[in-house]
């Protein structure tokens, strides 16, 4: 078995680490896939000089991606959206309010959302307060609060 090689990452690399960090993977690896993609570098002083700066430039962007993250969480996190649906007497809806419904809802309000961000374990089939996940970026979401009142109709 080869011995493992040192390498100092150019870019973040999914399960391997981020820009600047310095591993240990396998020769082939790295010949083969991190080198001609220009993932990677060999980990020498020069390059690891070049690479702290580069670093420090890329956390500044990222502190300042994640307050604009945070600051849209908090943005949606504040949302009350209502709708109304046909409903019986006990509260049940004879439809759903499903995730495309909650997007057009928050899309109305000023919060362009797509129906793939709404995040709903079963589409909403009764009268109430429902606390819905919208998917932000990453592994970060807003709990949205979604209105269901009763439609008035014709008592028949």
Known sequence: MAKK???LLREHVQHLGKCGDVVNVAPGYARNFLFPRRLATIANDDNKKQMSRRRAKLDAEEAARTAELDKLVAVLAAVTVTTKAK???????????????????L??????????????DAPLKAVGK????????????????VVVEAEMGDAS
């Not at 007497?89 to 997007?103: E, K, P, W």
């Open 87 to 105: 409903a019986d007497a006990q509260g049940h809806l004879y439809g759903s309010v499903n995730a495309a419904n909650v997007a057009e809802l």
């Open 5 to 7: 090689v040192e390498v």
């Open 107 to 120: 899309t109305k309000a000023g919060h362009p959302t797509e129906e793939k961000h709404v995040r709903l």
């Open 130 to 145: 429902h606390t819905v996940k919208v998917h932000v970026h990453g592994d970060r979401t807003a709990d949205v609060t």
